[in-house]
C-alpha cells in the first residue's frame, strides 16, 4: 500500500496566504495547477518567439509538483520563510526532508520516476528558472485579483513581486505579461463584452 497520492490530495487542504485576510482563499493543489499552466506556457512562449528549446511537458510536470513537499511542511508564509538567511537555509533543508519522505512514500520501481519531478536538484538551469517565474506571476496574479475585489491588504505584496519579476524577467515573460496579464484585473463581464466586439 502507498499513501502518496493520497498525500497529494490532501493539498487542497493547505491555504497559501495563511496571515493575510483573503477575498478568496487559495489553496496549493489550485496554485499548483497553475503555475504548471502558466510554466508550460513560458517555455512555449520560448522556443516558438525566441528560439528555445524547453521541453515544455516537462516544464509542467515540474511545476505540477513544485510544492508538493508542503503536504509535509505545511505553507510557511514568505516574509517568514526569508526573514533572514539563515531561516531560508533552515527551510530548504526541511523542504528536501519533506521531498525526499514523500518519494520513499512509493512502491520502489516508480521512486526515481517521480524523485526527478520532485526533487529540484534535478532540474536543470532553465527549468529552475522558469518554474520560479511561474511561480512567481501565480503569486502577482493573486495579488491582482485580491486588488481588484477591493483587498488592499495584499498591495504591499504586489509591490515585493513586481521588484523579484523585474529580476527574473526575460523576453518570454515580457510577453506572457504584456499579453496575458491585463485580463486578471478586469471583470468577467468586460472579458465578454471586449471578446464579442472584437467578433
Given at each position: 500500500m502507498s499513501h502518496f497520492f493520497a498525500h497529494l490530495s490532501r493539498l487542497k487542504l493547505i491555504n497559501r496566504w495563511s496571515l493575510m485576510r483573503n477575498q478568496r482563499t487559495e489553496n496549493v493543489s489550485e496554485h499548483s495547477l497553475q503555475v504548471a499552466?502558466?510554466?508550460h506556457a513560458l517555455a512555449?512562449?520560448?522556443?516558438?518567439?525566441f528560439d528555445g528549446s524547453l521541453h515544455a511537458e516537462r516544464i509542467a510536470l515540474l511545476a505540477m509538483y513544485h510544492d508538493a513537499a508542503e503536504v509535509i511542511t505545511g505553507d510557511m508564509p514568505t516574509p517568514i520563510k526569508y526573514h533572514n538567511s539563515q531561516i531560508a537555509h533552515e527551510y530548504k533543508k526541511i523542504e528536501k526532508m519533506a521531498q525526499q519522505k514523500l518519494i520513499?512514500?512509493?512502491?520502489?520501481?516508480?521512486?526515481?520516476?517521480?524523485?526527478c519531478l520532485i526533487d529540484e536538484c534535478h532540474y536543470s538551469e532553465d527549468e529552475r528558472r522558469i518554474v520560479k517565474q511561474a511561480d512567481v506571476l501565480c503569486a502577482y496574479l493573486k495579488c491582482l485579483e485580491e486588488l481588484s475585489?477591493?483587498?488592499?491588504?495584499?498591495?504591499?505584496?504586489?509591490?515585493?513581486?513586481?521588484?523579484?519579476?523585474?529580476a527574473l524577467k526575460n523576453p518570454a515573460m515580457d510577453y506572457f505579461?504584456?499579453?496575458?496579464i491585463p485580463s486578471f484585473s478586469i471583470s468577467f463581464d468586460e472579458m465578454y463584452h471586449e471578446e464579442h466586439a472584437v467578433n
Open positions: 499552466f502558466v510554466a512555449i512562449i520560448n522556443n516558438r518567439k520513499s512514500m512509493l512502491p520502489a520501481e516508480l521512486q526515481n520516476d517521480f524523485d475585489a477591493g483587498n488592499n491588504e495584499f498591495s504591499q505584496a504586489k509591490a515585493r513581486l513586481e521588484k523579484m519579476l523585474t505579461m504584456e499579453i496575458f
